[in-house]
């Protein structure tokens, strides 16, 4: 009788997949067929599978720039966030190295989590052509560690406070500077939180939409949303060439979360959960 | 430092240090200094240059002339501009609908997999998957959806026999909005709901098994026990849910456009199109809306915080 129920649930599960799933199946279909094939009939499943499709995307359709971009822009300001944000997150987050008016800051930066990107957006862009930062992946990748800052920042601190005084005692007895402990003791303990902000702030950034529209106004530099964003004016009727656009922009993603999902899991839903 | 420094290396350091206030000044520059340094010039003097910036009309024709106006922008804002009225409301009803929608089907589809259905996690995975895309990804692929002669929407309506019902969901002001709120809860439920799935499946096992030796329904152990222990985890969500319609803009932007007729228009795609797409090339004006809708998210914010978990405190 349970056994039963609990199959019978399936039913609801089973349509709630159907329309979770259902549009982007859809698409991966459409990314493998011809425009024509779509027009003749928009549901035909992918056979011939037309994989040559992705190779105009990449060479003809400008794909392997934006996708370069979008490469560009994630990996670097992943990387200047992590460095920044573990090491202020330690100090925000060990007694020594308390100093005055610490927590106060750090509540100040916590709620700039929740400031609309307006309120700063329009300076921003003020400041990026004053500094000729405009229309560079520069500009935009220091836009981006500072706006993603404040979460690493959290997430890290918190880990980094519940490490026990005596480790850092003995290291320190071991004779590790500040510099050397973080490095050589402190970081490589805390690389599990580290992983779950990598991911976290790597999906955030090869996303991102609103600063790129702002700041980028040249073809040669445009991240993959903005690419999108444009060739959905430029190409409206070329469906089957967007679809395969998508799935460029979309698979390396869903492939490393197909392999990482219980990471993925962990680091999208880390800023969620009140700890 | 320099003073241990100077004293032969016979004890370790520790030993010729003190305990006491001093503090490891250079470490601490060390660790906070670039960040502090980038926070400053990214988003603090930002922020103070868009206060500064609300009350002035600031020509970008003119290289960037200033002009004082005072609280000008803030009175027109108010007083006469429609198109803001129209923005707030629509962002205020994505804000106010979409967690209303989105958390409690996010809640029951928990509930399902917390009732051991088969291939649990392959559904967990399956449902999560369309947080991982980019608005302007999910924007097109919605578009899709809901063209009017091929698109699913109107095709699983004229399956069922509900043809009659089939439009261009975007096309009038009356379904836009409903049609873009849908997009959004397709994207966050799955979200939502594996945050849930983790909030129950912390609960102790001990409390649900006692409850169901007493004879209470599954129906009644989920309303007694299950809700009022996510509770905190259900009002976290749906804060978080408010804050992020509040500042949408990417999807707008890439399926609508703010239309038909303001139909779709946010508070944040309007500022955009105030400062870059409208001829006043004036920076000031937008400026100024993004400091009011700034002011209104963090009182909304915090005035929902504070009317929900006081509900809570009431409770025990």
Sequence with gaps: MRRLRRWLLLVPVLAYTAFSAGPYLWTAA?????????????????????????????????????????????????????????????????SRYAFPLREPLFLLIFLSLMFPPQIM??????????????????????????????????????????IPQELEEAARIDGCGDWTMFWRVMFPMALPAVATTVILNFIYFWNEFLYAVVFITQQRIRTLPLAIQFLVSDQYFDIGMLATGLMIATLPVLALYVFLSEWFVKGMTAGAIKG | MARAEALPRILPRTATRRPGPRRPWRAIALFVGPTLALYLAVVVYPILVTFYNSFHTLRMDLGMQYEFVGLEHFREILGSDEVFWKAAGNSLTWGLVAPLIDIPLAFVLALTLY???????????????????????????????????????????????????????????????PALILVTTWMFAGFNMVVLLAAIHAIPVEYL?????????????????????????LVNLAILDFIGKMKQFALVW?????????????????????????????????????????????GLSYGLTRLLQRREALQF
């Design chain 1, 30 to 94: 459409m990314s493998l067929r011809t425009t024509d094939e779509i027009y003749r009939s928009h549901y035909g499943l992918p056979i011939p599978a037309h994989w040559e499709k992705y190779h105009a995307a990449w060479t003809q359709f400008g794909y392997a720039t934006y996708f370069r971009n979008s490469a560009i822009v994630s990996v670097a300001s992943v990387l200047m966030v992590t460095v920044l944000g573990a090491m202020a997150g330690f100090a925000f987050g060990r």
């Design chain 2, 254 to 298: 890439v399926m609508t456009r703010g239309g038909p007729m303001w139909g779709t228009e946010t508070v944040a795609t309007y500022v955009i199109k105030r400062a870059f797409e409208w001829k006043t090339l004036d920076l000031g004006y937008p400026s100024a809306i993004a400091v009011l809708w700034f002011a209104i998210i963090f």
């Design chain 2, 209 to 233: 098994e006692a409850a169901r030796v007493d004879g209470a329904s599954g129906w009644r152990r989920t309303l007694h026990i299950i809700v009022p222990l996510v509770r905190p985890t």
């Design chain 1, 121 to 162: 957006l329009l300076a921003l862009f003020q400041i990026l052509v004053q500094y000729r930062l405009f229309n560079t992946l520069t500009g935009l990748v220091l836009v981006y560690v500072a706006t993603e800052l404040p979460l690493t920042i959290y997430l890290l601190r918190a880990f980094f406070a519940q």
């Design chain 2, 115 to 177: 009732a051991r259905v088969p291939f649990a996690k392959f559904f967990r995975t399956v449902w999560f998957t369309p947080v991982l895309m980019s608005y302007p990804v999910v924007g097109v692929i919605w578009l899709w959806v809901y063209n009017y002669d091929w698109g699913m929407a109107n095709l699983l309506l004229r399956a069922v026999g509900l043809g009659a019902y089939a439009q261009a969901w975007l096309a009038s002001p009356a379904t836009a909005l």
